[in-house]
């Protein structure tokens, strides 16, 4: 299954890594060791450094060799959440019916 990886830096520990020159190299480590399709850097509401990597799931106990690396090394916030392409929306349109014909009344 196609899921985002969600990683929230808090401040200090991302301002620490920065000053130590150690922030690029340990993020550049963790994606190394993920299969993924793409991996986005911004800044959140809130100031933190996060990243947002689309990868594939096959099993949910992957969840700890993904997450662990994130709060091991930068005392990250980790979510996930399962998400769709396209593609993947337009297959399940007969979903949208089913759905509809039993709770759009």
């Not at 060799?65 to 396209?86: D, G, Q, Y």
């Amino acid at each position: 299954m196609r899921m985002l990886l969600r990683a929230s830096i808090p401040v200090e520990t991302g301002n620490a890594a920065v000053k130590a020159g150690t922030l690029g190299p340990t993020i550049t480590q963790i994606l190394a060791g993920i299969n993924h399709e793409a991996a986005y850097f911004y800044a959140d509401d809130e100031g933190r450094r996060c990243a947002s990597v689309v990868l594939d799931m096959k099993s949910s106990s992957e969840m700890p060799a993904l997450a662990e690396p994130w709060f091991l090394a930068f005392n990250a916030n980790v979510s996930f959440r399962p998400v769709m392409t396209r593609e993947d929306l337009a297959e399940g349109g007969p979903g949208f019916s089913q759905a509809i014909q039993d709770f759009g009344k």
